[in-house]
C-alpha cells in the first residue's frame, strides 16, 4: 500500500510539498506534467484559475494547457466574491475553441451564451442552471451555432417553446433534454407548448426530463408518438399528467425508465419543494422565487456588475502571478 503523505508548504521556497512516513520530503511542483495534469483536472475553474495556477510556475503552464478547459464547471456555491461572467470568458479563452462541455450556474446571460457558442461551435454538452436573465432572442441566436450539441439542460430558465422549437431544428444530434421548473400543484393551466415542441423538433431524443413541467397527457402523448428512440423519462411534479390506464402502459412498454409525477425526489439535485399557489405562505412569491430572482435584465446587471467584462481580448488577467513567482 502506498505511504501516506502530508501537503505542506515548504517554508523556503512556497511550492507544495508532501511529508512522507520516513519524515523526507518530495516537492508536488516536480511531479511529470501529465500526473499534475491528472491532479488539476478534478478541480473547478474556479479553483484552478483563483487557487492552483498561482501555486508555483510549473503548475501555471499546465492550468493554461488548452486541454485542461476542455470542460469547464462555474458551478461556484459561496458569496459572490468573484466576477463569474468575465472569469467564464477567461476560461472559454483558455480552451481555445477545444471546449466541449460547459456548466454555468446563475449568472448566466445572453451575451455570455454567445459569447460560449461563438468560441466553441463543437460543444456537446451544457448546462444551464437558474440564469434568470436568459432570454428567448439570447437563446435562439446562440443556439443557431452549436449544431453538435447533444445535451443539454435547462433548469429553472423561462425559455419558451418556441426557443425549443429552435433548439430542435438546429442541433439535430440532441439526445439528451433537461427542462426543469418548479413543480406547482392545481389549480394550474395545462401548459403544453414545451412537449409539443419536443415532439415536433426533438426526434432522436433518448433522456428527457421535464421536472415540475405543466404537460398535460396531450402533450406526453405527442412526445411518444414522435420520439421512438426514449429510454428515460422523468417526469416528477408534472402533476397534469394522469399516468394510469392506457397511456402508464404505453409508457412504460416503450421506455425503460419513467419517473413518476409523484416518485421520491430524492436524487434531484435542486430544491423540490412544491409551490401550492393557493397557500397563503407563497403569497409573497408566487412562483417560489424570491425578490432577486424575480429581478430585470437592467436590474439584475446593477446587482452583479458585470461592465469590465470585454469581447475575446487577448489580455490575460493572470499573467501577473508569473512575476511574482521563483
Given amino acids: 500500500m502506498a505511504s501516506s503523505s502530508l501537503w505542506l508548504l515548504s517554508s523556503d521556497s ?164 433537461k427542462v426543469n421548473s418548479k413543480g406547482c400543484r392545481q389549480p394550474q393551466n395545462e401548459t403544453n407548448d414545451n412537449a409539443l415542441a419536443i415532439a415536433e423538433t426533438m426526434p432522436r431524443l433518448c433522456h428527457l426530463q421535464l421536472f415540475g413541467n405543466g404537460l398535460s397527457d396531450t402533450g406526453l402523448n405527442a412526445i411518444l408518438d414522435n420520439c421512438p428512440n426514449l429510454e428515460h423519462l422523468d417526469l416528477r411534479q408534472c402533476f397534469n399528467v394522469k399516468l394510469v390506464g392506457d397511456l402508464e402502459k404505453r409508457c412504460f412498454e416503450r421506455i425503460k425508465v419513467v419517473r413518476r409525477p409523484h416518485d421520491s425526489t430524492h436524487d434531484y439535485p435542486y430544491d423540490a419543494t412544491v409551490i401550492d399557489i393557493g397557500s397563503s405562505e407563497d403569497d409573497d412569491y408566487p412562483y417560489g422565487f424570491s425578490d432577486i430572482d424575480l429581478m430585470s435584465d437592467d436590474d439584475y446587471d446593477d446587482y452583479y456588475d458585470i461592465s469590465g467584462a470585454s469581447e475575446r481580448s487577448d489580455f490575460d488577467q493572470f499573467d501577473y502571478y508569473d512575476d511574482l513567482l521563483f
Fill in 14 to 177: 512556497g511550492l507544495p510539498s508532501a511529508m512522507e512516513e520516513d519524515g523526507e520530503y518530495r516537492n508536488w511542483a516536480e511531479l511529470p506534467p501529465e500526473l499534475t495534469s491528472s491532479i488539476l483536472h478534478r478541480l473547478g475553474a474556479i479553483e484552478m484559475l483563483e487557487n492552483a495556477q498561482k501555486v508555483c510556475r510549473s503548475w501555471r503552464r499546465v492550468c493554461k494547457d488548452p486541454s485542461m478547459w476542455r470542460k469547464i464547471d462555474m458551478h461556484y456555491l459561496g458569496a459572490m466574491y468573484y466576477d463569474l461572467e468575465i472569469m467564464c470568458r477567461h476560461a472559454i479563452d483558455r480552451s481555445q475553441g477545444g471546449l466541449v462541455e460547459i456548466d454555468v450556474w446563475e449568472f448566466g446571460t445572453d451575451e455570455l451564451l454567445n459569447y460560449i457558442a461563438d468560441s466553441s461551435s463543437n460543444l456537446r454538452k451544457l448546462k444551464l442552471a437558474m440564469c434568470y436573465p436568459l432570454t428567448d432572442e439570447g437563446f435562439t441566436e446562440a443556439v443557431v451555432k452549436l449544431p453538435l450539441l447533444e445535451d443539454l439542460e435547462l433548469s429553472y430558465c423561462s425559455l419558451s417553446g418556441e426557443s425549443l422549437k429552435v433548439l430542435g431544428k438546429s442541433c439535430p444530434n440532441l439526445k439528451t433534454l
